[in-house]
Antibody, heavy 122, light 109 residues
């Protein structure tokens, strides 16, 4: 079945880096854009940006430039989110989400990974 | 950039109809999509586009839009509909950025 499976929870110290993976299965990976969404504890969803799975070109939302990097390995149908120089405020669940429905008037995320909890604490 | 505003909390009696709204300037140009999120789970898409339901979403969920306001209506709310609901849309920058609303906690009484 169509699914996105993310890597497991991470506990990191401030200043460290983390790389979250999102492995797609059940569909052609390069046919759909991939988005990343953050959810801090007890908070709402925050769109981080998206990556074109054909070209590898990333687009970052305001507030997610510099320390955040989206990348792909199309040979294994996997998207990655790397965060460097981690801060306590990066503590959150990070989701990858397939942009399954898209037109000139909407973008809808139809398949979501299970989420990866990243905890930043000394 | 753009913002989408949702009421923080809404309640509905079991079996009744509830409307959850999402307001923002971008909704004059773009449709909202709606997501349901239960505690400890990933969001699930329930409505997208003008009023489209992905496979497996009950037909008690419907969407509509007027001016700068998008609405998600649940007709005959069930206990299992108790969840957080988020809208999203493209923002009005024209650069294919996306914005989420702050979410609405729906309580089914």
């Amino acid at each position: 079945q169509v699914q996105l499976v993310q890597s497991g929870s991470e506990l990191k110290k401030p200043g460290a880096s983390v790389k979250v993976s999102c492995k797609a299965s059940g569909y052609t990976f390069t046919s759909y854009a991939m988005n990343w969404v953050r959810q801090a504890p007890g908070q709402g969803l925050e769109w981080m940006g998206w990556i074109n799975t054909n070209t590898g070109n990333p687009t970052y939302a305001q507030g997610f430039t510099g320390r955040f990097v989206f990348s792909l390995d199309t040979s294994v149908s996997t998207a990655y989110l790397q965060i460097s120089s981690l801060k306590a405020e990066d503590t959150a669940v990070y989701y990858c989400a397939r942009e399954g429905y898209s037109s000139g008037w909407y973008d809808a995320f139809d398949i979501w990974g299970q989420g990866t909890m990243v905890t930043v604490s000394s | 950039s753009s913002e989408l505003t949702q009421d923080p909390a809404v309640s509905v009696a079991l079996g009744q109809t509830v409307r959850i709204t999402c307001q923002g300037d971008s909704l004059r140009s773009y449709y909202a999509s709606w997501y349901q999120q239960k505690p400890g789970q990933a969001p699930v898409l329930v409505i997208y586009g003008k009023n489209n339901r992905p496979s497996g979403i009950p037909d008690r969920f419907s969407g509509s839009s007027s001016g700068n306001t998008a609405s998600l209506t649940i007709t005959g709310a069930q206990a299992e509909d108790e969840a957080d609901y988020y809208c999203n849309s493209r923002d009005s920058s024209g650069n294919r950025y996306v914005v989420f609303g702050g979410g609405t906690k729906l309580t089914v009484l």
